[in-house]
Structures are given as structure tokens and as C-alpha cells.
């Protein structure tokens, strides 16, 4: 099985309008599929930066003098960039969510299919493992990750179970905890719940709400006039978000007017949402829940 199958390769890298001498960015470089897209539409003096904070990624490592690998996370773009001399660049590309090599790593502890450690840690540097919030968490905390990132109505039953089954013994794989819910998961709908209940704990370890939000709002400054943001997200809070800030330059209230009333956002958007092909979801069923936006910098 290959590293990890990109989403919307063609789709999403079209959106940049790559300019064969201009400064690209791909900020979640994973198996390096877009990232080698990008590269063959680049000419000698064109460049690409990315970024991957799962050191697993570095193996990946594409041999260009015109590629640079940065093993951080996306949400210190601006700060790397500028280490390298970069203010600004042409394009941003960000395929969001989980590689599938982190799904298919059975001891990363991300999937349901395998009994693993409770880790979900996308760097493994990290304190915080999805072990720490299931053992540790207050329950009205634990029922608020779990209601908000795997939107689960029942949260706090969950979560109660949860602290309940741990004081007698930590919960410590990814199998025990499936144990300790087994009661809440239908033969019908298991599969689908307990994939909203990792999800739930993996953006709580990874911190993925406030890491796009941090890396959304650096966008408009990093990016020259007419230049390209392309985002895949995976569910729909991150969808929202991009939504918005793309529509708004801020995740929530009214966007900024200036003295006429206009509406004064850095970004617009470039075409409709576009999601994968019935063709391309029959190839890789992980593509299916894939939403694509384009936006552009305002001149």
C-alpha cells in the first residue's frame, strides 16, 4: 500500500495556478503526492517548500534542489518561512486531516481496525496522547471534545461511561476503550460511531481546530497579490472554518466593512466547492468525505 494516496491531486493543484518561476508551499507533505505534482509544473527557478511535523514523513523526502522538507508544524508557517527569507509566496496548498499511513501504522494508535496504544499523536514529540485524554480528562471535558469534534449527541453518557470504567482500571488501547463503549455501539452503526469517537479524541490531541485557525489567518499576509490558497478538509467543522474565513477573514461575527460598507476581506474565492469524482472514491473510499476550496488574494 503506498504511503499515502492524494486527495484531489489534480484538482487541488490546478487551483494554484502554479507560475513555473514562483514560491510554492505544501504544508502537509505526508507521502509527498501533491508536493511532486507541483514540482513537475515548476521550472528550474521555481521553488516549494513543505511542511510535515510526523517524522515518518521525512523518509519521504523529495531529492530537488528545488524542494525544501521543514519537519514543523503548519502552524508556524510564517515563522519558517521567514528563516528561509520568505515573506511572501505564490501558493499554499493544505490537505488537511490524517495520511493514510497513519491510519494503516497500527501502532500510531488512529485507527479502530487494529488494538493499539491510545497515542494519535501526528507528532510524536507531543505530550499530550489520546491515552492522556482518556484517562485524564475531567468527564465535562471529555463530553465536550467528544460532542464538539465527533459530534455525538450522547457525549456525556460516553464520556460518564469513560471515567466510570477507568477509576477501576486505565483504559489504555484502542480495543478496551471499544470495550468499555460496547454497549453504546449498534452492529449497524459501530463502525460509524466509534470512528466519530476517535476522530473526536485525534483533533483533541492534535490540536487541529486551533492549528487551522492559526494557519488560516497567516494566509492573506504570506500570499503576493493574485496568489493561491488551496485547502482539503475532511469534516465538516474544518470545512466551515475555511468556509468562512474565506468568506469573511474571520471565523465568526460579520466580516469588516470599510467607510463606503463594503465588505474589506483579504481573500476570495476562486470557482465552487468541488469534492472527489464517483471515480476517485471508488479508487480511495477515503476520499469520499474530501471538500476543496480555492481562494485567491485580492489585488
Not at 67 to 82: A, D, P
Not at 236 to 242: A, I, K, P, Q, T
Amino acid at each position: 500500500m503506498s504511503y499515502h494516496d492524494p486527495v484531489m491531486l489534480f484538482e487541488s493543484v490546478d487551483g494554484l495556478k502554479i507560475d513555473p518561476n514562483g514560491i510554492y508551499v505544501d504544508v502537509t507533505f505526508g507521502g509527498g503526492g501533491h508536493s511532486k505534482e507541483i514540482l513537475k509544473r515548476l521550472g528550474d527557478n521555481g521553488k516549494l517548500f513543505a511542511f510535515d511535523q510526523d517524522k515518518d514523513a521525512l523518509e519521504n523526502s523529495i531529492d530537488d534542489e528545488r524542494f525544501t522538507l521543514i519537519n514543523e508544524n503548519f502552524r508556524y508557517i510564517k515563522r519558517f518561512l521567514r528563516f528561509y527569507g520568505l515573506t511572501k509566496v505564490d501558493g499554499i496548498l493544505a490537505d488537511l486531516g490524517v495520511s493514510s499511513h497513519q491510519f494503516d501504522e497500527a501502532e500510531r494508535g488512529f485507527s479502530t481496525r487494529f488494538d493499539a496504544d491510545l497515542d494519535m499523536r501526528m507528532n510524536q514529540g507531543d505530550e499530550l496522547s489520546a491515552y492522556h485524554v482518556v484517562n485524564k480528562y475531567e468527564e465535562e471535558k471529555l463530553s465536550s471534545v467528544l460532542f464538539q469534534y465527533g459530534d455525538l449527541r450522547n457525549s456525556r453518557a460516553l464520556a460518564k461511561e469513560i471515567v466510570n470504567a477507568r477509576r477501576n482500571e486505565e483504559i489504555k488501547t484502542s480495543f478496551r476503550l471499544k470495550e468499555v463503549l460496547q454497549r453504546f455501539l449498534p452492529k449497524a452503526k459501530e463502525h460509524k460511531i466509534l470512528a466519530q469517537i476517535f476522530q473526536a479524541i485525534r483533533i483533541e490531541v492534535n490540536q487541529e481546530i486551533e492549528v487551522l485557525k492559526e494557519f488560516l489567518i497567516q494566509t492573506p499576509e504570506l500570499l503576493k497579490e493574485e496568489g493561491r490558497l488551496s485547502v482539503i478538509s475532511y469534516h465538516s467543522l474544518e470545512d466551515r472554518l475555511v468556509k468562512r474565513f474565506i468568506q469573511n477573514g474571520k471565523f465568526e461575527g460579520e466580516p469588516e466593512r470599510d467607510f463606503y460598507g463594503n465588505i474589506n476581506v483579504p481573500l476570495k474565492k476562486v470557482g465552487k466547492l468541488i469534492v472527489p469524482s464517483t471515480e476517485e472514491i471508488k479508487k480511495n473510499n477515503r476520499a469520499r468525505s474530501g471538500k476543496l476550496r480555492i481562494a485567491e488574494k485580492k489585488k
